[in-house]
């Protein structure tokens, strides 16, 4: 089903994702409802229509989806059951197939494996007993994760020399999880692809990622690593991008680490099945955005061009740090994107700053 | 009175402007409360609030008037009354008199001499008797047109030599009108220029505008005139926005013509008291663009570059143009906007296309 402009896009989410794809439909003449929990959200204030019911609604799920053409997410924690019921309905791309498999890391680094891409060691640990067992075979130090439900460093605890297993276990909450060796990695680079409806495959140029407090604080683009990286990269994109018979924007995590002989090499640590933070630069630095992109290829409209225009910084305003908002703005190298965040908390992404060095 | 991120912008006015202005508000954290009497009309669904009503309603003004921090408008035929009331209750940028100023050819005109700019020659019509004490004085070929409420070549007809001067009088109305001598011009060139509440004035380069049937059909930057005219227009905008303490975006439009010497000069046309046409290309290809720069000057907050990308092309699409939007997605290098008109009417302004070519 091809959208025609003038059709509505439902996003189920209301971030600062969920704005930033309501802006781009509204570039390109598309409408969008926004569905989500929260009465005020950053997504709330770019969209043509707001339902504000929680994901497990199905009478409110119901009169969402009878206005919409087709329906997309920003949110990648959305339930499976939601998006399975919306698709017996509308169209639902990305597929909730695709959604549900890179929800639980164990069954997304087992798809990652069997691609034949390099992840980073992992066990399952489906109790605290299978724990110990993990330990031994993947070693220490080590990451322990719970499968569903992590993003931003939540969900997650290093294991150390000495850490008490089960205590760390019953903190994260007992329930279903993996262990994954831990990667000595020089850098955290990603790659934002694109798939369309007729499978045309595009990406963008390779970003470096900094993080601070497991939080995303700055990416640069290019990446600098071995020339030879960046083509690899792009190729194990396409590979996940196809394997999974996706349709619109993925954002894949890697870790650049050298091997015993000093080469470097690609480590995939995940996938996002959305538009990505390290890929807010395209709106200013590429020709086309990633936000464009997704809405493009859902609607099942050809892709758009992702040539970047200059060496690109861009780097997040978490928490107070959008106090600077004045500053920012009057430096003429600078752009400044907030999310309309009425309330400043530690750790809360409240806008971010591109600048496109033109070469 | 100097904006917050968070405050609500009221904007006058529901077209592609506004659509464009809110879709700038959201990018720097701002809201947008759109006040029109179109119930269906491109800037409602970019908007965070949305008044339909008529602009001589007091009772929804101030409703409206009362959720906002401050308000601008889009469309310049708002009737002078509404903003001054508006202005009674909170900050209305660009000011009324500057509106009200523009919204009349022959004040406009006469204020124009009065900055010492050439401009067409013009006569005073108050009513038929005038217009032919008017047409010995300009001559002919010249055009009559109405005071007030023109636009994209509405309210305005040559008179040739053998032209019913009775009947194009009663034709425009029999209202207030001017004559103007007709300038026969090599180009029709534009300025976009803003000015912050401060005073700071900046300009983006000279653009170059064709028409067809009196609607903007293309523009292209840099305009291909004498070096020298190019320092001379972005002067003349300035004296311009100076004049009338104008705080906000303003479009100046003029006429490239020759002196009998041959050397070029230029005629200032018309001003645009808002965004204007001949600027959308600014979104693609300058460092901010010209719906930016406008929240920004009205909010208090400092101006951006104006620094341009590349040569640009922006191309209207009018109409059943439109229909070819699948084919302009398909092209690399061209940035498709369309405004979320549902019905494509001959001379309608349903979107556009801008290209940036890389230096």
Redesign the interface.
Known sequence: MILS??ATVGILGAGQLG?MLA?AA????L?CHVYAPETEAPA???A?ARTIAPYEDRAALRRFVETCDLVTFEFENVPTECLEFLQTLKPVRPSPRALALTQDRLTEKTFLRGLGLETAPFADVADAGALMRAVREIGRPSILKTRRFGYDGKGQTMLREGSDLGAVHRALGAGPMILEGFVAFEREVSVIAARSLEGAVVAYDLCENEHERHILARTRVPAHVAPELLPRAREIAEKIIVGLDYVGVIGVEMFCARDAAGAERLIVNEIAPRVHNSGHWTIEGA??SQFEQHM?AIAG??L??T?R?GLIEMRNLIGEE?ED??DI??E??M??????K?QARPGRKM?HVTRVL?P
């Open positions: 402009p003038g704005r802006m509204l570039k390109i003449g409408r709330h204030d770019a043509h020709e086309t493009r409209w050809p758009g061009a040539t225009r959008a908002w004045r703005l009057a003429p190298d752009s400044l994107h907030l999310y309309g009425l806008g033109r």
